[in-house]
């Protein structure tokens, strides 16, 4: 996918990024038959067959919501997902030859809940191009009623949140790293591409922890409404998800106890 018009140079970082997630996904996979060639096409939809799933091999396709361009979806990109689901009209057309490999739906979902990173990878692709359009979206408001959707830039030090808040929002870091810590001290560090900020937003609860910059962030803000929605319309994400939350509890649990241990000479 990539965005009409100018984008800042994270969003760029991100597109690239996302563009392999759909090949891993794939791996080891067997398409469900040859390449689809289409010599163009004024509404994908009433091309492709039900069922499937597939991967632009050549060609660019225009996503136009209410006849408006909104995005490009171009080579590496995977065409299908918005079947069965209610949402807003979207014609994928293109002007040029189109090569699209197919695979079977219901195997590619299969494949994917069958291994727990490609689950990661999944969540990562859906939440990013949710992130993409927000901040598409975002810069296209007046600056007085931006929407704090996105991305966001934090320098070494600065607070990403803050203990006893209220959670509104769940996180991504696009790059760099930070520290968690519990009444001011240190209790685990997240990484680049790690998932934050989700446990108090599905318990309704204030913030358990202050995370800080330790380097120079950025990172993907997703509004709770939006990430509770990708987790009741995607259990087997969700199920992923809260199995890495109970790893990083575990972790965090282990290094607490750590540092309530007395001193041994």
Do not use: W
């Amino acid at each position: 996918m990539y965005l009409l018009g100018e984008q800042p140079a994270y969003a760029d970082q991100l597109i690239n990024r996302l563009q392999g997630i759909p090949t891993q996904l794939l791996e080891g996979l067997t398409p469900c038959g040859a390449a689809l060639q289409l010599e163009r096409a004024e509404d994908l939809a009433q091309e492709l067959p039900e069922n499937q799933l597939f991967i632009i091999e050549n060609g660019l396709l225009h996503a136009l919501v209410d006849e408006r361009p909104l995005f490009y979806l171009q080579e590496g990109d995977l065409v299908g997902l918005r079947q069965g689901i209610d949402l807003p009209s979207c014609r994928y057309s293109s002007e040029e030859p189109l090569s699209l490999i197919p695979y079977s739906r219901s195997e590619v979902f299969q494949h994917i809940h069958l291994s727990e990173p490609r689950q990661e990878l999944f969540i990562q692709y859906l939440i990013g191009h949710t992130a993409l359009l927000s901040d598409a979206l975002a810069r296209l408001k007046q600056p007085e009623i931006r929407p704090a959707t996105g991305f966001q830039h934090f320098a070494a030090g600065a607070e990403l949140i803050h203990q006893g808040d209220a959670a509104d929002h769940v996180f991504i870091i696009i790059e760099g790293h930070a520290t968690a810590y519990v009444d001011g001290h240190k209790v685990g560090d997240v990484q680049k591409d790690e998932i934050f900020g989700a446990m108090a937003v599905f318990t309704r609860e204030r913030r358990s922890a202050t995370v800080l910059a330790s380097e120079p962030c950025t990172v993907m803000v997703i509004p709770k409404e939006q990430f509770l929605s990708l987790m009741q319309s995607n259990p087997r994400i969700a199920h992923s998800l809260i199995e890495s939350m109970a790893r990083r509890i575990d972790l965090l649990n282990k290094e607490v106890t750590q540092l309530r241990l007395p001193a041994t000479a």
